[in-house]
Nanobody, 123 residues
Framework: QVQLMESGGGLVQPGGSLRLSCTAS????????MGWYRQTPGQQRVLVAS???????NYADSVKGRFTISRDNAKKTVYLQMNSLKPDDTAVYYC?????????????????WGQGTQVTVSS
């Protein structure tokens, strides 16, 4: 059974930094795109940043220049370095990954989510 395990959330003051990590475990053949989403109460989950298996990245406009996404393919882990945090960054952050369990009979990609980690930016 595949799981995504997140860590690194918490309470931080405005202007501070946090680093989120998400590690995939289980019987995995390949991981394609990985990403971080966030959600606040009553709102839809929105993309924060994503990264392909080759390292190409994409960011929401609201976090460009402040957040950096990276991954370690050997460790099946994706990171989100968050700097210059603002109160508007307060949300539950979810890890997402497109995972292929087996190349046979076809390399079908499954969509997996982590359980979420709370990030609160407040003085």
């Amino acid at each position: 059974q595949v799981q995504l395990m997140e860590s690194g959330g918490g309470l931080v003051q405005p202007g501070g930094s946090l680093r989120l990590s998400c590690t995939a475990s289980g019987s995995i053949f390949m991981i394609n795109d990985m990403g971080w989403y966030r959600q606040t109460p009553g709102q839809q989950r929105v993309l924060v940043a994503s990264i392909t298996s080759g390292g190409s990245t994409n960011y929401a406009d609201s976090v460009k220049g402040r957040f950096t996404i990276s991954r370690d393919n050997a460790k099946k882990t994706v990171y989100l370095q968050m700097n210059s945090l603002k109160p508007d960054d307060t949300a539950v952050y979810y890890c997402n990954a497109g995972i292929i369990l087996s190349p046979y009979p076809l390399p079908y990609e499954h969509d997996y989510w982590g359980q979420g980690t709370q990030v609160t930016v407040s003085s």
